[in-house]
T-cell receptor, first 117, second 115 residues
Framework: DAGVTQSPTHLIKTRGQQVTLRCSPISGHKSVSWYQQVLGQGPQFIFQYYEKEERGRGNFPDRFSARQFPNYSSELNVNALLLGDSALYLC????????????????FGNGTRLTVT | KNEVEQSPQNLTAQEGEFITINCSYSVGISALHWLQQHPGGGIVSLFMLSSGKKKHGRLIATINIQEKHSSLHITASHPRDSAVYICAVRPGGNAGGTSYGKLTFGQGTILTVHP
């Protein structure tokens, strides 16, 4: 089975532009989470989607948005890019969303490295 | 103070040494993950723990829920173990609202194993 796939792998954008990052979960996984990892730091939680609904949001501005499609793939959109948005954006999928003590292993993609100039 | 603290931040070892990386957290959790990140960014999930101890090959992970502490041990370390090791926690079972599904990460431990 294919793992979690993210596209594109690398992206260069200019300040003020908009970007869309894509994630395809492992087949059968209905939960997708997005994380931002700035160089030298641990990842920060951005969003979680489960069954096409937003189930969690981290401390990120409204410029960040996401959605999940009927096939459980997901897109992360960032508007009005700032230099500080330069980071590795990671997507992870799991079978269950992790609420109520029911947890399942996480599977990460290789990330999209976004550079904002 | 971060909710998840790892120590040490940097660790250098000689091939064959026994390695321990520690993780302390301050919130109630439903699970703790140990992750491995190689240069280039890809993250591999090593363990998911909610109690006790797990072993996979040369890797051992333990967790003490009462003390809010977990350790990752590598026996007979090898240069290919060189990577960043990250501890991440999921909030407890009744967490809801904005914390639903949130994973909080430590800052990572950079491990370098020399031949």
């Amino acid at each position: 089975d294919a793992g979690v796939t993210q596209s594109p792998t690398h992206l260069i954008k200019t300040r003020g532009q908009q970007v869309t990052l894509r994630c395809s979960p492992i087949s059968g996984h209905k939960s997708v989470s997005w994380y931002q990892q700035v160089l030298g730091q641990g990842p920060q939680f951005i969003f979680q989607y489960y069954e096409k609904e937003e189930r969690g949001r981290g401390n990120f501005p409204d410029r960040f948005s996401a959605r999940q499609f009927p096939n459980y793939s997901s897109e992360l959109n960032v508007n009005a890019l700032l230099l500080g948005d330069s980071a590795l954006y990671l997507c992870a999928s799991s079978l269950y969303p992790g609420q109520g003590g029911v947890v399942s292993p996480l599977h990460f993609g290789n990330g999209t490295r976004l550079t904002v100039t | 103070k971060n909710e998840v603290e790892q120590s040490p931040q940097n660790l250098t070892a000689q091939e064959g040494e026994f390695i321990t990386i520690n993780c302390s957290y301050s919130v109630g959790i439903s699970a703790l993950h140990w992750l491995q990140q190689h240069p280039g960014g890809g993250i591999v999930s090593l363990f998911m723990l909610s109690s006790g101890k797990k072993k996979h090959g040369r890797l051992i992970a333990t967790i003490n829920i009462q003390e809010k502490h977990s350790s990752l041990h590598i026996t007979a370390s090898h240069p290919r173990d060189s990577a960043v090791y990250i501890c991440a926690v999921r909030p407890g079972g009744n967490a809801g609202g904005t914390s639903y599904g949130k994973l909080t990460f430590g800052q990572g431990t950079i491990l370098t194993v020399h031949p």
